[in-house]
């Protein structure tokens, strides 16, 4: 029941800000489809734009790119400016789901002032806590389509036909290297950040920590019990 419908409430969702950290990988995206999925809350992905953006291949995407070849995060301001068009276009009044951003404390200190100018305050940080090894393995078995890049993770995703991309149906590849360099990545360069984010939002009393060792339903129980009271006291 949880993977893909999750009894939140209706209020809870149409109202929480809420923000997502961690390593991205199959855990962490269940996670984000289930909430997702609930009364469709605005949702903005920092990963998504930026492969829009190197697609594009703008001045922003250009950084972008050369970052990832260098195995490097992107540098803070190049974040903030992809992010700050979503954000001053969104509608205040709507709850969203904001995933990989922010990640750093600089971009959170930033982003508290974004909601402060608009009479906002965020609900929630969700953590949600991942084991390397166990992320890498899942890397290993991560799917690709090479017409639209869609990604099946770790053998986790739900296929219509076994083996082919859901949108347009072409035949997967193993992505190879590549996801595990993410993996890799996230883990020396972002881990440590990561860490003294949740820390910056745990003393302000909004952490939702979601432990590696815990299974996804009970992650998600988690989750149903902590939001609806967060949003109340917010």
């Known amino acids: 029941m949880h993977a893909n419908s999750v009894p939140f409430s209706p209020f809870a969702v149409a109202r929480a ?12 995206r269940r996670i984000i489809d289930s909430v997702r999925s609930l009364k469709d809350p605005d949702h903005f992905s920092i990963a998504r734009l930026i492969s829009e953006e190197v697609a594009r291949k703008t001045p922003s995407g250009i ?3 050369k970052s990832t070849r260098a195995g490097l995060p992107v540098p803070d301001d190049v974040i903030l400016e992809l992010a700050r068009h979503w954000f001053w276009s969104r509608k205040a009044s709507r709850g969203f789901l904001a995933e990989g951003f922010p990640s750093t404390v600089g971009q959170a200190i930033v982003f508290d002032e974004w909601l402060d100018a608009r009479d906002e305050a965020l609900t929630a940080c969700v953590h949600v806590g991942q084991n390397e090894e166990e992320m890498v393995r899942e ?36 992505a190879g290297e590549d996801a595990i360099r993410e993996v ?11 860490r003294a984010l949740a820390a910056y939002y745990e003393e302000r009393g909004l952490l939702i ?7 996804l339903d009970a992650s998600i129980d988690r989750l149903i019990a902590r939001i609806p009271e ?3 006291y917010r």
């Open 17 to 28: 800000r809420t923000v997502t950290l961690g390593a991205p990988g199959a855990r962490l």
């Open 63 to 65: 950084v972008c790119e």
């Open 139 to 174: 890397a290993e078995m991560t799917l690709v389509c090479p017409v639209d890049g869609s990604r099946y993770l770790g053998g986790f995703d739900e296929q219509v036909v076994s083996g082919l991309c859901n949108i347009c149906q072409s035949a997967l590849v193993p």
């Open 184 to 194: 890799r990545t996230w883990f020396r360069c972002r881990a440590r950040e990561a």
């Open 209 to 215: 920590s979601l432990e590696p060792s815990a299974t």
């Open 230 to 232: 967060l949003v109340a």
